[in-house]
Nanobody, 124 residues
Framework: QVHLIESGGRLVQAGDSLRLSCTAS????????RAWFRQAPGKEREFVAA??????TTRYADSVKGRFTISGDNTIVYLQMNDLPTEDSADYYC???????????????????WGQGTQVTVSS
């Protein structure tokens, strides 16, 4: 079992930067790709970014490319978010997968473990 805990979410103003953290505990040695998803009120959960740190592979949603950076390893993963617009307001979730893939998936069903989420609110 793997436990994920997100932190770093808070209220910021449009244009600000924010870094989210996801700390893993438990059998982290068996988890491979890690990802961030987000869900805004009334919307479906959507992919944000993913990383397969051992091979250095990352993927990003088109909406965050150039503004967000995912980094980390099996024990802690970060999501650096820059130049935040109000549209980035959402609950952000960290996820981990047991599947050893070189290219991490953007599909939430590929991830086996999830954190409880951290709220990011961007005010105008």
């Amino acid at each position: 079992q793997v436990h994920l805990i997100e932190s770093g979410g808070r209220l910021v103003q449009a244009g600000d930067s924010l870094r989210l953290s996801c700390t893993a505990s438990g059998r982290t040695g068996r988890t491979y790709p890690r990802a961030w998803f987000r869900q805004a009120p009334g919307k479906e959960r959507e992919f944000v970014a993913a990383i397969r740190s051992i091979v250095g592979t990352t993927r990003y949603a088109d909406s965050v490319k150039g503004r967000f950076t995912i980094s980390g390893d099996n024990t802690i993963v970060y999501l650096q978010m820059n130049d935040l617009p109000t549209e980035d307001s959402a609950d952000y979730y960290c996820a981990a997968s047991n599947t050893r893939t070189i290219v991490p998936s953007t599909d939430s069903s590929a991830y086996d473990y999830w954190g409880q989420g951290t709220q990011v609110t961007v005010s105008s």
